[in-house]
């Protein structure tokens, strides 16, 4: 399947946050009680069972007020560093790009969470599983939009292969900079790039978005360097082990051992 991409145009989003609740009705998830944390927003985080959600920024300008809305999601990075992260392989990304967690060799060890730079998977501590947002892949798969993409009326979120949705968003920055000097591509730099891509505003900065997202560089030292010559000690361990037993036993030194064994056993039998 050709690499697909999801474009979330910060400019047609109204908030009306029916891309969450189509997100819960499709994947089955349950109902949570919310507060307003600030403005409109009703949910400060991810949870186990919020795989989306729409976060407000309030921007005063000129004596005037404007949203900065945004829909919150995993950004299923080309190069995800909760894939890396996984200590037991439970996490692949797909040949059409979204980053999946398979709940049947997920042991919730918590890692994926730990590693992401936007701090999306959950971990849920009834049933020690790490949750995120599929892509709804089995729906991609089977040549249907993500559910959050069919619900969104106002045209805020748009699907596609990459190449075609590239163009898209390319087109519809040139006209959002019109009237807003810094709107920009959010997704094209770190993480090799991410499926999800964004039209914002205004910089990442002003949505609580890292400017450059990246692998953390300890990630990097403990599965490319500390861990295989972990894997090296243990096995140059072992070989010596083995090598001494093999010398040992050439020397005859375990008959010697043996041997020496039965002389108490013989000097009872003497006595």
């Not at 087109?171 to 914002?200: D, S």
Request: aromatic residues 8%.
């Amino acid at each position: 399947m050709a690499k697909k991409m999801i474009l979330v145009d910060g400019s047609k989003c109204t908030g009306c946050k029916a891309c969450s609740a189509a997100c819960k009705e499709w994947n089955d998830l349950p109902t949570e009680k919310t507060s307003l944390v600030k403005s409109y927003q009703s949910m400060a985080d991810f949870t186990p069972n919020t795989y989306t959600y729409v976060t407000f920024e309030e921007k005063y300008e000129n004596n005037n007020m404007h949203w900065l809305m945004r829909k919150a999601q995993c950004f299923h990075c080309d190069d995800p560093s909760c894939l890396k992260a996984c200590s037991s392989s439970a996490i692949s990304k797909t040949d059409s790009g979204f980053v999946v967690i398979d709940q049947d060799k997920c042991i919730g060890c918590g890692y994926c969470a730990q590693f992401c730079p936007f701090n999306v998977p959950k971990v849920d501590k009834t049933t020690e599983k790490a949750n995120k947002c599929t892509g709804c892949v089995g729906r991609v798969e089977n040549g249907l939009e993500p559910a959050c993409v069919k619900i969104c009326q106002p045209g805020a979120l748009s699907f596609g292969n990459y190449d075609t949705m590239m163009g898209i968003a390319q087109a519809r920055l040139a006209e959002v900079k019109k009237k807003f000097p810094n709107a920009n591509l959010y997704g094209q730099n770190g993480q090799a790039g991410t499926t999800y891509r964004y039209i914002l505003l205004d910089t990442p900065a002003a949505y609580g978005l890292p400017e450059n997202p990246s692998t953390d560089l300890t990630l990097y030292l403990w599965k490319d360097i500390i861990r295989p010559i972990g894997k090296i000690a243990i096995g140059g361990a072992a070989a010596a082990v083995v090598v001494g037993v093999a010398i040992n036993a050439l020397k005859g030194n375990y008959k010697n051992d043996s041997h020496q064994d039965q002389h108490p056993i013989k000097r009872e039998e003497e006595m």
